[in-house]
């Protein structure tokens, strides 16, 4: 009870001055927006006293909030599964793909050696050159990773960059290669700084095996012997490679995921962080924001009985993710996922009519909020025997 008044005085004090901007959201005295969350824009949706029931302390009850909130904890796990899998399969597969490209350099080599007869330098002298080149990539590989040179250069923030800031907001997923917060420079190797390194390995390999040889062909020879050993290298990690995406596609298909659906963001409504608009005050966590085709796409996931056409409420509370993820990654989704189970899935768009109408929500929550004044909002007495709050209310038909 303390703790309740206590929430609520901190309530009552952020009110204490606030008004109406020219912008249309009420801010406080501090000229910051009064704080609105998703779920607020799904409850005031469902019903006005539903929400202000809940901003006085009077919690949903019944089986179905308890079934629901364990049933999200279920699909979090399984969206949790799939990323780490899926991580997992991209890790192996890169690789695999490094490893077979030494097997087709070390194959080119060996048959140049052996079948060219006019040979424009000895194998020690090309064992030089190799070992030159190797020696000039490891100076450059070593820059590469000391300095930011991404930064220096002035690079735009990418979709992995986008989707990694994402992943850290949710604290939970990792990504499959470089870390989450990755910028390059100051000794952090990525992607291209690995490459450069195997390359070097690469050209190392190549070196010792020609300084070895005697001939061309006892060249040809070692390079092909290497070749081989690559192959049954190759071979084993290519047998991880499918084995770690059959795991993956299982996954994906008990999660309910399009193919070649990314996970950029999973809440577990503890650990993940939240998605903020500033200027709006309004702020949220999406089930799970996923990338198709370069889209970031916020999914809201809804257990319990499938309605015959999606809920009001439920569209209201997706728009409020769409803004949050526009906001979040400064590009425009087409659309958002709203889903009951695996089988009943809709897309809602996001365009201009929506906005404006997540815009009017938002500002009437805030009016409400400093004026009150909150009403039941329509007829239907099985809507109120339905609320997880009818025990509270007084304006209830059932």
Same mark, same amino acid.
């Given at each position: 009870?303390?703790?309740?008044?206590?929430?609520?005085?901190?309530?009552?004090?952020?009110?204490?001055?606030?008004?109406?901007?020219?912008?249309?959201?009420?801010?406080?005295?501090?000229?910051?927006?009064?704080?609105?969350?998703?779920?607020?824009?799904?409850?005031?949706?469902?019903?006005?006293?539903?929400?202000?029931?809940?901003?006085?302390? @009077?919690?949903?009850?019944? *089986?179905?909030?308890?079934?629901? =909130? !364990?049933?999200?904890?279920?699909?979090?796990? &399984? #969206?949790? $599964?799939?990323?780490?899998?899926?991580?997992?399969?991209?890790?192996?597969?890169?690789?695999?793909?490094?490893?077979?490209?030494?097997?087709?350099?070390?194959?080119?080599?060996?048959?140049?050696?052996?079948?060219?007869?006019?040979?424009?330098?000895?194998?020690?002298?090309?064992?030089?050159?190799?070992?030159?080149?190797?020696?000039?990539?490891?100076?450059?590989?070593?820059?590469?990773?000391?300095?930011?040179?991404? @930064?220096?250069?002035?690079? *735009?923030?990418?979709?992995?960059? =986008? !989707?990694?800031?994402?992943?850290?907001?949710? &604290? #939970?997923? $990792?990504?499959?290669?470089?870390?989450?917060?990755?910028?390059?420079?100051?000794?952090?190797?990525?992607?291209?700084?690995?490459?450069?390194?195997?390359?070097?390995?690469?050209?190392?390999?190549?070196?010792?095996?020609?300084?070895?040889?005697?001939?061309?062909?006892?060249?040809?020879?070692?390079?092909?012997?290497?070749?081989?050993?690559?192959?049954?290298?190759?071979?084993?990690?290519?047998?991880?490679?499918?084995?770690?995406?059959?795991?993956? *596609?299982?996954?994906?298909?008990?999660?309910?995921?399009?193919?070649?659906?990314?996970?950029?963001?999973?809440?577990?409504?503890?650990?993940?962080?939240?998605?903020?608009?500033?200027?709006?005050?309004?702020?949220?966590?999406?089930?799970?924001?996923?990338?198709?085709?370069?889209?970031?796409?916020?999914?809201?996931?809804?257990?319990?009985?499938?309605?015959?056409?999606?809920?009001?409420?439920?569209?209201?509370?997706?728009?409020?993710?769409?803004?949050?993820?526009?906001?979040?990654?400064?590009?425009?989704?087409?659309?958002?996922?709203?889903?009951?189970?695996?089988?009943?899935?809709?897309?809602?768009?996001?365009?201009?009519?929506?906005?404006?109408?997540?815009?009017?929500?938002?500002?009437?929550?805030?009016?409400?909020?400093?004026?009150?004044?909150?009403?039941?909002?329509?007829?239907?007495?099985?809507?109120?025997?339905?609320?997880?709050?009818?025990?509270?209310?007084?304006?209830?038909?059932?």
């Amino acid at each position: 009870m303390a703790e309740a008044g206590s929430n609520q005085m901190s309530r009552s004090n952020s009110l204490f001055g606030a008004k109406l901007c020219k912008d249309g959201f009420w801010r406080d005295s501090d000229n910051n927006p009064l704080r609105i969350s998703a779920s607020d824009i799904e409850r005031h949706s469902y019903c006005p006293m539903s929400w202000s029931l809940a901003r006085e302390g @009077n919690s949903g009850q019944g *089986e179905a909030i308890k079934l629901g =909130k !364990k049933k999200h904890a279920e699909i979090h796990e &399984q #969206i949790i $599964e799939f990323q780490e899998k899926q991580s997992e399969f991209k890790r192996h597969l890169v690789i695999w793909t490094w490893w077979f490209t030494v097997i087709i350099a070390l194959s080119i080599d060996s048959i140049a050696f052996i079948l060219i007869d006019d040979i424009v330098v000895s194998p020690l002298d090309l064992a030089r050159y190799l070992a030159m080149w190797s020696f000039t990539l490891l100076i450059f590989a070593i820059i590469a990773i000391s300095v930011p040179w991404r @930064n220096w250069l002035g690079f *735009e923030e990418t979709i992995r960059q =986008k !989707k990694n800031r994402l992943r850290k907001e949710s &604290q #939970i997923l $990792e990504s499959e290669w470089e870390t989450l917060d990755f910028k390059g420079g100051w000794f952090e190797a990525g992607k291209f700084e690995t490459g450069l390194l195997f390359s070097i390995i690469l050209l190392g390999i190549h070196s010792i095996a020609l300084v070895a040889a005697d001939n061309r062909s006892q060249a040809g020879f070692i390079l092909f012997t290497l070749a081989m050993f690559w192959t049954l290298a190759a071979s084993w990690q290519l047998q991880r490679v499918l084995l770690t995406e059959n795991s993956a *596609e299982l996954a994906r298909k008990d999660v309910g995921l399009e193919k070649d659906t990314e996970i950029a963001y999973s809440d577990d409504e503890e650990k993940s962080g939240l998605l903020i608009d500033e200027n709006s005050g309004l702020r949220g966590r999406p089930d799970q924001i996923v990338v198709i085709d370069g889209e970031f796409i916020p999914v809201e996931q809804k257990t319990g009985r499938i309605p015959k056409r999606p809920h009001t409420s439920h569209k209201m509370q997706l728009l409020a993710y769409l803004h949050l993820v526009e906001i979040s990654t400064k590009r425009n989704s087409p659309y958002g996922i709203l889903r009951y189970g695996n089988d009943d899935i809709h897309q809602i768009k996001w365009d201009e009519e929506s906005k404006q109408e997540l815009t009017k929500s938002i500002q009437e929550i805030q009016r409400l909020m400093v004026e009150g004044g909150a009403k039941r909002n329509h007829q239907r007495k099985g809507k109120c025997q339905n609320c997880s709050r009818r025990y509270a209310c007084n304006e209830s038909l059932a």
